[in-house]
């Protein structure tokens, strides 16, 4: 079944304790990128990737770093999380078309909370 | 950057009655999508339409790329359509980034 899987899907944790969450798709896509949702702000990009080793920020990149060593892989990874890093986060994946933008797949979202 | 309204911000049907959310966008667009976020919180992709008319089941949706504007239909609603539905568009030819609208939040009831 094609789909863009996240882990984990929630996770509480404490300021300062490094962490990563994992996104990973098995349709092939060359682009990939992260959201993070907050009431009242929508839905905001904070980095994407076009291809492999091919990464760039997004709106709100800032506390983020992310990797891109294989197609099919995209960690968001916060080295020192803050309290204003929780969220709700998804991973989205795409083919990339020739002119006219492909579909964007979304994971299930990871839910964080940082204390 | 490119500016996605929606409207209304929120409805409430009864189970069996038919609506449509209306997602107005500033300038001309490669890609629209519509999605629900199911009260999970999951995204779920109805409509890749960037023009022309699609239909899945009890769902429809129009875009009308050169007056930017998109419309999506829910015919005879079911309680399992409550959730926020977002209108996201991306207009820089590359697919970098997908810009949402605010939402249109439905509630179904019986």
């Known amino acids: 079944e094609a789909q863009v899987t996240q882990n984990p899907r929630y996770l509480i944790t404490v300021t300062g304790k490094k962490l990563t969450v994992t996104c990973s798709q098995n349709?092939?896509?060359?682009?990939m990128s992260w959201y993070r949702q907050d009431p009242g702000l929508g839905l905001r990009q904070i980095y994407y990737?076009?291809?492999?080793?091919?990464?760039d920020k997004g709106d709100v990149p800032e506390g983020y770093k992310v990797s891109r060593k294989e197609k099919r892989n995209f960690p968001l990874i916060l080295e020192s999380p803050s309290p204003n890093q929780t969220s709700l986060y998804f991973c989205?994946?795409?083919?990339?078309?020739?002119?006219?933008?492909?579909?964007?797949?979304f994971g299930d979202g990871t839910r964080l909370s940082i204390l | 950057g490119i500016q996605v309204e929606q409207s209304p911000p929120d409805l409430i049907l009864q189970e069996g009655a038919n609506s449509t959310l209306r997602c107005n966008f500033s300038?001309?667009?490669?890609?629209l999508q519509w999605f629900h976020q199911n009260p999970w919180g999951q995204l779920i992709n109805l409509f890749y339409?960037?023009?022309g008319t699609k239909q899945n089941g009890r769902l429809s949706a129009t875009t009308v790329a050169t007056e930017r504007y998109s419309l999506l239909y829910i015919s005879s609603s079911q309680t399992t359509d409550s959730g926020v539905y977002f209108c996201?568009?991306?207009?820089?030819?590359?697919?970098?980034?997908?810009?949402f609208g605010t939402g249109t939040r439905l509630q179904v009831t019986l």
């Open positions: 996201a568009v991306d207009h820089t030819g590359t697919a970098s980034k997908l810009t």
């Open positions: 349709m092939n896509h060359e682009y």
């Open positions: 989205a994946s795409s083919l990339l078309g020739q002119g006219i933008n492909q579909p964007q797949h």
């Open positions: 339409i960037p023009s």
């Open positions: 300038d001309s667009v490669n890609n």
């Open positions: 990737s076009m291809n492999v080793e091919v990464t």
